[in-house]
């Protein structure tokens, strides 16, 4: 076992260490997506903005991005829209950074085919200044193999057909069950 993932309601270990990096780069790519639309809606509000303190009249400088959402909210200040696009986006960045984060983390976790607790007992012992490598240490793909399976192209699917049979874990060398 790695640790206990309290997000993912599990244990990260051998049989599932492919589904919780699959997870993370999933959920860090819908955030960066979202982070993304935001930073574009501000932007364009930000472009309405100035049109509008131009003098140039409400809506003048109004994008095809901005009008679905102007549309969809009759009534609603553009302040207060503005406030709620500011506060989404205070929100979406944080979480983005820490969602991006934790994918390379585990990603390079699993690249020197480590687990969090191994990771942890090598930077403790390391700090008593022996130091311990991981005899993986530096063979990134063959690691990657044996978490994933041999199939690069079933790599970003969490459970395709024949799985179990060709991996199981950080534990499984050559695609070999464990």
Not at 95 to 118: F, K, P, S, V
Request: glycine fraction near 12%.
């Amino acid at each position: 076992m790695d640790h206990h993932c309290a997000f993912a309601g599990t244990c990260v270990g051998e049989g599932n260490v492919r589904a919780f990096l699959c997870c993370c780069g999933y959920l860090a790519a819908a955030s960066l997506h979202s982070l993304a639309l935001l930073l574009a809606l501000d932007g364009a509000l930000a472009w309405e903005a100035l049109f509008e303190a131009a003098g140039e009249g409400e809506g003048a400088g109004r994008s095809a991005l901005v009008d679905p959402w102007v549309a969809s909210s009759p009534g609603i200040p553009w302040g207060l829209r503005a406030a709620a696009q500011v506060a989404a986006t205070a929100l979406a960045l944080p979480t983005t950074i820490g969602l991006l984060t934790l994918a390379a983390w585990h990603a390079w976790l699993a690249l020197r085919n480590l687990t969090t607790i191994e990771f942890k007992e090598g930077v403790r012992v390391a700090g008593a200044g022996v130091l311990r490598e991981s005899p993986w240490a530096g063979h990134g793909m063959d690691n990657l193999e044996a978490v994933c399976g041999l199939d690069v192209y079933k790599w970003p699917w969490p459970w395709p057909p024949g799985m179990a049979k060709e991996s199981s874990g950080l534990g499984a060398k050559g695609g070999e069950a464990v």
